[in-house]
C-alpha cells in the first residue's frame, strides 16, 4: 500500500434512538435526509470535497442499507485500488467474536486496517451530522500547532452547553482543560466530535486504554491524552452543523433546506454533496397539483398540494390532498383527499385516503414523550393506514395497521401503534 498523510475513519455504527421508529431498521446514517441524500453523504462528501481519499466505515446497528448505499463508494469518487472506501464492520475474531462496544473501542479493532496505510494523522468523523467542512483547512491548523490532537469545536449558547464535551482553551487556541457534558459548564465552546490525531499519538492511547469499558473519545481517549501532556488545540468551526439526533432537530434540518435564504445550501457548485443515484424518470407534477418552496424527488409524481415539505424520490401524491411542513421519503404512496401537517413519513409506506395527520392539540406521547414531541408525527417505514383514520400530533405508528387499530377511526394525540415485531 501507498502511505497516505492522513485518512479519515467514518463512525457509523450508531443506531440513533431518539429518532424512534425512523430508525428501528435502518442505522442513523442511513436516514434520508433534503429528498435524495442520505445523513453518511455529507461526511462522505466532505472528505472527497476536502482531498481525502481513503475512508473506513464503521457500521454495527442495522448495517444492510448503509452497505448497499456506499457499495464500493462510486458516487464519491471512492472507487479506488489504493484506499477508496471500506466497510469496516465487526468482524469475527478466532478466539471471539466482539461488537464495537464504544466509539474508540471501533477505531482499535481496526487498527491493523489503519496501519496498512501508516498515515501520519487520522482523522475521526461521526456519520450521523449534517455540515460542509474542509478538514484539510483543519489539518494545516494541526501542523502549524504541532499538534498531537485537534478537537473541532463551535460556540454553543451556554444553556445547550452541558450536553457536549466542552473545552477551555488560551489565546492561542491550546486546549487547557476539557470536560465531558459537565453539569455548570465553564466554557460554550462544544467539541463536535470531529478530530484529527497524530497516529503514533492515538495509537498509544488506544493500546493504553483498550480495557476501559465501552472504550470512547469523549471520556477516555481525550482525557488520556490531556493527562499525558499532549499537545490539543481547538479548531473552531463557525458554519452550519446540525446533529439531527432528534426527531425535531431532524425535522427542523430539512425545513431549513427549503428557507427562502437556506441556512445550508445543496446547490453550491464548489462544494457538492453526493450520494448515489438511482437511474429513475424525471417527477411529473399534474395541472392541478401546486407546489410550493418544496424540494421534489425524482420520478416523484404530484397531483395535490405541497407546500413547505420535502418529498423524496418516487413519492405518489393524490388528487386532493394537502402536504404541509413535512418530510415524505422514497417510494411511498399517499392516496386522495389526504391531509397532511408536520408529517415524517419514512419510506415505503402507503397512506390510503381520506385521512389526516396531526390533527388538534398536542397532548405528551404516552410511549416516549421524550422522542415523540415537537408536534410530529411520525410513520416508521412499509408502514400501512387504512382509509378514512385521523390521527393526532406527538405520534408514532409502524407497521402495516388496519381499520381495528384505530377506536371511533382516530389515533388521539400522544399515541402509539407500533405492530408486534416492528419499531421501537
Known sequence: MYKKEMIAMLLAGGQGSRLGVLTADVAKPAVSFGGKYRIIDFPLSNCINSGIDTVGVLTQYQPLRLNTHIGIGIPWDLDRNNGGVTVLPPYEKSNNSEWYTGTANAIYQNMRYIDTYDPDYVLILSGDHIYK??????????????????????????EEAS??????ADENKKILEFEEKPKEPRSNLASMGIYIFTWKVLKEALIAMKDQQSCDFGKHIIPYCFEHQNRMFAYEYNGYWKDVGTLGSYWEANMELIDLIPEFN???????IYTKCDTIEPQYIAPEAFVERSIIGEASEIYGTVIGSVIGPNVHIGKGSVIRDSIIMKDTVIGENVTIDKGIIAENCKLGNHIVLGTGE????????????????????DSVIPDGVTIGKNTAISGVTTPEDYPDAHLKAGGVIIKAGEGR
Open 133 to 158: 467542512m474542509d478538514y484539510e483547512v483543519m489539518l494545516d491548523f494541526h501542523k502549524q500547532n504541532h499538534a498531537d490532537v485537534t478537537i473541532a469545536t463551535m460556540p454553543v449558547p451556554m
Open 163 to 168: 450536553r457536549f464535551g466542552i473545552v477551555i
Open 362 to 381: 398536542e397532548a405528551p406521547n404516552e410511549l416516549n414523550e421524550s422522542i415523540y414531541s415537537f408536534g410530529l408525527v411520525t410513520i416508521g417505514e
Open 266 to 272: 445543496l446547490y453550491e457548485e464548489y462544494w457538492k
